[in-house]
């Protein structure tokens, strides 16, 4: 996994990367999405308004009629979007809440949840991050229902993200849920902004890993990826 640690050292550059490269390379600063402190002072409803008036000057400044039938709605329905859809997971409320239940049948082998079809965005240019995760974990004693697993998946790519951190924030709640080290987060993806604009590639996809605990040796790889190909 390419994780660039970088440290601000003032607005503009950061390590001797500029801000520029940071987000042509699709770099990224930390595993937190970075968030203001007071993200959640307005309520929703305030947001979407909000984002109604700013994107009409958006496609003002473009040029377009907004007095067009065609037109007049969509920035209420960009606002709508991004506050109850396509970036709701940065609202901590929104984050699934998992029962977990005791391994009954003490299955002691790694369970796998694969093809699990997410939409994301890239923060650094606000279009679709479109992929495929596969999660897996061995139980320490305590189990969740497999749709919560695609739900973690789910809450995580609803936020402006880059492909590395939404793996290792995926990793990291499911390690905190389970209660265990030993899971393992494979994400195939592809990114509208290699694909669509820059170097228009289409056919590249990223894939980026996790492997905890038991999962990080080749035999564990190996018999996961068996899984996750079969
Ligand atoms: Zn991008």
Do not use: W
Request: hydrophobic residues 35%; aromatic residues 8%.
């Amino acid at each position: 996994m390419k994780t660039e640690t970088l440290t601000k050292t003032n607005g503009h550059a950061l390590n001797g990367f500029t801000i520029e490269d940071i987000g042509d390379d699709h770099l990224f600063t930390s595993l937190d999405t970075p968030m203001k402190p007071n993200a959640f002072d307005m309520s929703n409803e305030e947001k979407k308004e909000r984002i109604s008036i700013l994107f009409s000057e958006i496609m003002d400044v473009l040029g377009l009629d907004l007095t067009d039938d065609s037109l007049k709605g969509t920035p209420d329905r960009v606002a709508k979007m991004y506050i109850e859809e396509i970036f709701s997971g940065l609202d901590p409320k929104n984050k699934p809440k998992v029962a977990l239940f005791d391994n009954k049948y003490q299955y002691n082998q790694m369970l796998v949840e694969k093809d699990i079809t997410f939409y994301s965005n890239c923060e650094h240019h606000f279009v679709p991050i479109i992929g495929k995760a596969h999660v897996a974990y061995v139980s320490s004693g305590k189990v969740i229902g497999l749709s919560k697993l695609n739900r973690i998946v789910q809450y995580y790519a609803k936020r402006p993200q880059v492909q590395e951190r939404l793996t290792q924030q995926i990793a990291n709640e499911l390690k905190t849920v389970l209660g265990t080290e030993d899971v393992a987060v494979i994400i195939d993806a592809k990114h509208l902004c290699v694909s669509s604009r820059g170097v228009k590639d289409n056919t590249s996809a990223t894939v980026t890993t996790y492997y905890g605990g038991i999962f990080n040796t080749s035999e564990k790889i190996n018999e996961l990826q068996n899984y996750i190909n079969s």
